[in-house]
Nanobody, 118 residues
Framework: QVQLVESGGGLVQPGGSLRLSCAAS????????MSWYRQAPGKERELVAR????????NYADSVKGRFTISRDNSKSTVYLQMNSLKADDAAVYYC???????????WGQGTQVTVSS
C-alpha cells in the first residue's frame, strides 16, 4: 500500500519560513518524480515545484521562484519543500505528489495546511 505522508505545515508570520516533508512508503521512491502542489480556498490546485526521480534540476512556479526549494533524499524516501519569505498568498493546503517515471501511475498525499498570518 502506497502512502505519502506530509508534515511540517502550520502557522507562520509573513516573511517567515517553513519546511515541509513528505515521507513515501510502499513504492520504489527513486522511480518517481516528486512534486508539491497547493490549493487555496476557492482556487484550483496548482503545481508549486517538481523534482525528477534522480534529482537534479527542479521546476518551480513563477510565484515561488527564489523563495522555495524542493529537494529529495532517496535514501529516506522523502521529499522536502523549504519555503522562505512566506507571503499571505502562499497560504494553502500543500500536497505531495508522486509520478511514476515509466508510466501513468501517480499518488497523492493527504495534504498539510500552511497558514501565513500575523
Amino acid at each position: 500500500q502506497v502512502q505519502l505522508v506530509e508534515s511540517g505545515g502550520g502557522l507562520v508570520q509573513p516573511g517567515g519560513s517553513l519546511r515541509l516533508s513528505c515521507a513515501a512508503s510502499g513504492l520504489t521512491f527513486s522511480n518517481y518524480a516528486m512534486s508539491w502542489y497547493r490549493q487555496a480556498p476557492g482556487k484550483e490546485r496548482e503545481l508549486v515545484a517538481r523534482i525528477p526521480s534522480a534529482g537534479g534540476s527542479a521546476n518551480y512556479a513563477d510565484s515561488v521562484k527564489g523563495r522555495f526549494t524542493i529537494s529529495r533524499d532517496n535514501s529516506k524516501s522523502t521529499v522536502y519543500l523549504q519555503m522562505n519569505s512566506l507571503k499571505a498568498d502562499d497560504a494553502a493546503v500543500y500536497y505531495c505528489h508522486a509520478e511514476f517515471r515509466y508510466g501513468k501511475l501517480d499518488y497523492w498525499g493527504q495534504g498539510t495546511q500552511v497558514t501565513v498570518s500575523s
